[in-house]
């Protein structure tokens, strides 16, 4: 298991709410949750990783529907730190563009 280290971490808090933002604002903010999202998830903070994927969710609504966030937050919701990694190995920051709807 690796170390938590939260310094480590981007700094980020609840003030993403994607409301009232530019578009590319939101696009970077969105970008920014997933990043922290799947580092956490890599270092086995899984709470870091929650609050990190609730942001990105908040942020972009229509991921909300998405099978492999879904799955996600199942395996981090029951504190699954192994599924949490399998799972985040098949998500890409760089097809999330495509998930978007």
Known sequence: M???NP????AWGSSF???????GDQ???RNQ???????????CNLDTAKRALSALL?????????ALLININDALV???SEKAQLLASQ???DTMDSLVH
């Open 17 to 23: 709410s994607g409301k009232g933002s530019s578009f």
């Open 58 to 66: 908040n942020i972009e609504k229509s991921l909300c529907s998405n």
């Open 27 to 29: 696009v970077r903010q």
């Open 33 to 43: 949750m997933a990043t922290v999202m799947l580092m956490a998830i890599k270092r």
């Open 7 to 10: 310094s480590s971490l981007p």
């Open 91 to 93: 998500f890409s920051i």
């Open 2 to 4: 690796l170390s938590e």
């Open 78 to 80: 029951s504190s699954d």
